[in-house]
């Protein structure tokens, strides 16, 4: 499909003029929208011919849809839209759209909002046209904004705009028309068209009071099999799993090197927020890693706010390697609905990435600790060390630390992420196993285990007594 029109971008020819519609003002027609290598479409069609719609839902009707409009506001006034409160507007992006319902039900279930469902596929049928479309349709997103404003007394800063794919820079363009946006999160900004652009054409921190976004397929198209932007677009940009591929969606391009086809005949999955069910037909490795996943991350976000704590690094890499297992005084942000909760006020003027690691499957989230155990012993000897962290709430699985020699007097670190939020840390389990067959004399403890969690970095300390191989060692605090 993006073949299509990759090739089609460069053939159609440009236009430098201006295009003027009543409602919505004016939009020039050339650089840097239109006449450059990656954008060589031109010409917008007008308000009329993609016909927005938006679609409200509150809890007063969770299930069926009441279409409001700005250009006959008493269709505002007439719905059971609430001025007292907060509005969040689900901007869908190219033949992705099914996740919008799936939201507003969980923002309802949590939150007394207005949630509003945008409807432009008439501007979404190829997606060469579609990349100029969404400048109509964000500036009717600006226009409904506007209206709430001077008819109806709203405040600009309790609109918040979610975008998807191309719908994260449709929102990007409401915003840059909106003055006092509230919040814009992109989810998985689309790349093509997009790289590298200036700001003023895709998402930006200038768009909103608060931007933040959601990566998952950041790589580009032609060389590492992804359609999401390179750019970092917001305040706050996450990366789970490095941003590039998600775990678990490796397992639907498999097939395609082995040719075995058979896996994707009638796939479905199911996915359930206590009684909100997500239900998903696999149709390729994009849809799983680019149009599934970051509205997935950001839905189970809204049910859990301590969940999907991320960190400040400047790359995975450094990440992965434990460099980065740092909070600053003010905590690290959570990826996610949440995320508007950290004070942008105090970050540094140079932007930062956080990075976090999910699961393959629901729920996605992980607890990241930093575990490091100090060792005490009667001899070096060869085996495994094991912890179990224990919480004010559960209880963690067995987590390996390390394997090989094991010298009393080392301290051996390791980073886990656990897939249960257990509270605040109350005790650690201590268990090594010896890599020998013959009866042993060798003894060790965990003299000290120190676990450092949580989005402000909490450190706790544990102390115990020597213990043979395969016995448990519980460690009180210090």
Request: hydrophobic share 35%; charged share 20%; aromatic share 12%.
């Amino acid at each position: 499909m993006f073949r299509i029109w990759i090739a089609a971008l460069l053939f159609f020819g440009t236009s430098t003029g201006e295009v003027c519609y009543e409602r919505v003002g004016c939009f020039k027609d050339g650089i840097p929208w239109t006449g450059t290598l990656s954008r060589k479409m031109a010409g917008l069609p007008s308000p009329e011919k993609i016909n927005t719609r938006f679609l409200l839902y509150t809890r007063h009707n969770p299930k069926v849809h009441q279409e409001i409009s700005a250009a006959n506001y008493l269709t505002i006034q007439a719905s059971h839209f609430g001025t007292d409160k907060i509005t969040h507007i689900n901007i869908p992006g190219w033949k992705a759209d099914e996740w919008q319902q799936d939201m507003c039900n969980v923002f309802l279930k949590v939150e007394d909002v207005n949630c509003i469902n945008l409807d432009w596929i008439n501007g979404l049928l190829q997606y060469i046209h579609a990349v100029n479309n969404l400048r109509i349709v964000g500036a009717e997103v600006a226009y409904v904004i506007d209206v709430l404003v001077k008819k109806f007394g709203y405040s600009p800063s309790k609109v918040h705009l979610i975008g998807h794919s191309l719908g994260a820079h449709l929102a990007g363009e409401a915003g840059s028309r909106t003055p006092g946006l509230g919040r814009i999160t992109g989810l998985d900004p689309t790349g093509p068209g997009f790289h590298n652009t200036p700001n003023e054409v895709r998402l930006d921190p200038s768009d909103a009071n608060s931007v933040d976004v959601i990566h998952t397929n950041e790589v580009r198209f032609l060389f590492e099999l992804g359609v999401g932007t390179i750019n970092a677009c917001g305040h706050l940009d996450f990366y789970p799993n490095g941003g590039k591929h998600m775990p678990g969606c490796e397992d639907l391009i498999t097939p395609l090197f082995k040719f075995d086809l058979n896996i994707y005949k009638d796939a479905k999955y199911f996915l359930k927020y206590e009684d909100c069910c997500y239900k998903f037909k696999v149709f390729s490795f994009f849809d799983c890693n680019h149009a599934r996943r970051s509205h997935r991350f950001y839905a189970e976000s809204i049910l859990n706010p301590d969940a999907f704590i991320a960190y400040p690094c400047r790359s995975y890499k450094s990440f992965k390697a434990g460099n980065c297992f740092h909070c600053r005084k003010e905590g690290c942000p959570t990826m996610g609905h949440f995320a508007d909760r950290f004070h942008l006020k105090k970050m540094k003027p140079n932007r930062s990435y956080y990075f976090l690691n999910t699961g393959t499957l629901s729920p996605f989230t992980r607890w990241r600790h930093k575990l490091s155990v100090k060792l005490d012993g009667n001899n070096v000897t060869q085996g495994s060390i094991f912890l179990r962290v224990g919480g004010t709430t559960e209880k963690t699985g067995e987590f390996g630390v390390v394997s090989g020699t094991l010298k009393p007097g080392m301290t051996y670190t390791n980073l886990i992420d656990a897939d249960i939020n257990i509270g605040n840390t109350a005790s650690i389990e201590f268990i090594w196993k010896e890599l020998s067959f013959e009866h042993s004399q060798n003894k060790l403890r965990a003299e000290m285990v120190i676990d450092i969690s949580g989005k402000y970095g909490y450190e706790s300390a544990f102390c115990s007594n020597l213990v043979g191989p395969n016995i448990a060692q519980i460690l009180k605090p210090c």
